[in-house]
């Protein structure tokens, strides 16, 4: 597996975040985490990503243990984060922001920059290459050199995943990229996230409280409730779980 989540706890205050969750994704996957608020699924993502650190348990990316890593070593391993809230410069055009999440390739040194030759040149173009490829591959040549604060919601949450295919990750974490969008900007993020899994060969794992597109493009789903995973497995065996469906209505659903 790429990554294994091995029985982690998280709590604040004595209140358990998580409780014993245990999640594996393969190379390549696209795995979705879904469950009713509050339970638990961005906390999950903290943990992955380095901003929270679980109390028990283990965190392994290909063989690096990320259980207690900061942020910045997470990212170095190959991991990248689009976030709920949107985490963007908006005094910056999409162009600059995407630049700035390049920062972590500019292995170089203060005079290589001050003279711009050589080693910084090289690094410079290619990391111009690479974000006017994402720019293009995710269609916002059109909005390149706008003030992101000046563009539309649905158009930022897509430089949001911009941003973050910017650090060319092996492993992306999704935190609900279609929240708040129209129908016709969720169809057009299905479709971007599935061409980042095929063409880029990126492994996603997703949280999304769209049931239907989490049914339809997961390659396995992980259910929590309350900071547990009730449930996991394929979508159809999921959607089929007694206990999904009493977390989602209350109730079972025959």
Not at 180 to 193: C, S
Not at 236 to 252: L, M, S
């Amino acid at each position: 597996m790429q990554l294994e989540v091995h029985d982690i706890t998280l709590t604040f205050g004595g209140l358990a975040a998580l409780s014993g969750v245990s999640i594996e994704v393969a190379k390549g996957e696209l795995v979705s985490v879904i469950g009713p608020n509050g339970a638990g699924k961005t906390s999950l993502l903290n943990c992955v990503s380095g901003f929270y650190h679980p109390s028990q348990g283990s965190i392994e990316f290909e063989g690096h243990n990320l259980t207690h890593a900061s942020p910045h070593q997470v990212t170095r391993y190959g991991i990248a984060r689009a976030f709920q809230n949107i985490e963007l410069f908006t005094g910056l055009t999409v162009l600059e922001n995407l630049l700035l999440a390049r920062h972590t390739y500019l292995n170089y040194s203060l005079l290589e920059a001050a003279l711009v030759y050589g080693k910084a040149m090289k690094i410079g173009l290619e990391n111009r290459r690479a974000v006017e490829e994402i720019i293009d591959f995710l269609e916002l040549e059109p909005y390149r050199k706008a003030l992101v604060g000046d563009l539309p919601y649905g158009v930022r949450k897509r430089i949001e995943v911009a941003r973050a295919l910017a650090l060319s990750p092996k492993l992306l974490l999704l935190d609900e990229p279609m929240a708040g969008m129209t129908l016709e900007e969720k169809e057009d993020m299905v479709r971007f996230i599935l061409d980042i899994r095929a063409e880029r060969g990126t492994t996603i794992i997703l949280i999304e409280h769209d049931l239907g597109v989490v049914m339809d493009i997961s390659d396995r789903v992980y259910v929590l409730d309350f900071g547990q995973v009730i449930a996991h497995g394929e979508p159809a065996t999921v959607a089929h779980n007694p206990r999904v469906q009493e977390a989602y209505v209350g109730t079972g659903v025959e």
